[in-house]
Every structure is written in structure tokens, then in C-alpha cells.
Nanobody, 124 residues
Framework: QVQLVESGGGLVQAGGSLRLSCAASGSIVGLYSMSWHRQSPDKQRELVASVTNTGDTHYSDYVQGRFTISSDNAQRTVYLQMNDLKPDDTAVYYC??????????????????WGQGTLVTVSS
């Protein structure tokens, strides 16, 4: 099994910063990309930022210039530095990974794994 464990959420005032972390563990034999998504009660889950195993990054328009995604492939960890936070950034943030897994003799390609989510609340 593969697990993603997120940390770093919390309550912050508008204009403040938070750093989220997500560590992957388990039967991973290949890692393609990791990403952060978020979901607020009145919206669908949406992509925030992603990073591939070659370091290519992508940001959604509403966080471009404020958030920075980075990764440590050796540690299978992805980070999301969030600056200049706004009340609209309030959401549960989920980590996602696309991996290959090997459990015993069973090889699985391009498995999508989700973390449990971490709540970010930005007060005005």
C-alpha cells in the first residue's frame, strides 16, 4: 500500500504564510508527479499546483506568484509554500501522487494516490 501524509495546515490571517508538506511511503517503485489540490464546501476539488519527477511545475492562475511547489524526490516529499494568503484560499488541501507500485509480485502502473487532507483557514 501507498500512503500520503500531509501536515502544515492551520489558521492564518490574510496576508500570512503557511507551508504544507506531504510525504509518500509504502510500496513505491516509481514516482511520476506529485500535486496539491484543494476543496472548499461550496466548490469542486481543484488543482492548485503540480511538480513532475523532472522538476516541471504547473500552477493554477489563482495561486500563480503566491504559492511555490517543490519536491524532494529522494525523500518522496512535496511541499507547498503559500504566501500572501487570502480568505478565498480557505479549503482542505489534498496531496496527490502518481506512482508505480510493487506489492509482492503485483506491479501496478500509474496508480493515483490521495492524502487525507489538511485544513487551511485564512481569516480576514
Amino acid at each position: 500500500q501507498v500512503q500520503l501524509v500531509e501536515s502544515g495546515g492551520g489558521l492564518v490571517q490574510a496576508g500570512g504564510s503557511l507551508r504544507l508538506s506531504c510525504a509518500a511511503s509504502g510500496s513505491i517503485v516509481g514516482l511520476y508527479s506529485m500535486s496539491w489540490h484543494r476543496q472548499s464546501p461550496d466548490k469542486q476539488r481543484e488543482l492548485v499546483a503540480s511538480v513532475t519527477n523532472t522538476g516541471d511545475t504547473h500552477y493554477s492562475d489563482y495561486v500563480q506568484g503566491r504559492f511555490t511547489i517543490s519536491s524532494d524526490n529522494a525523500q518522496r516529499t512535496v511541499y507547498l509554500q503559500m504566501n500572501d494568503l487570502k480568505p478565498d484560499d480557505t479549503a482542505v488541501y489534498y496531496c496527490n501522487a502518481e506512482v508505480d507500485t510493487l506489492e509482492g509480485s503485483l506491479f501496478s502502473r500509474n496508480v493515483e494516490v490521495w492524502g487525507q487532507g489538511t485544513l487551511v483557514t485564512v481569516s480576514s
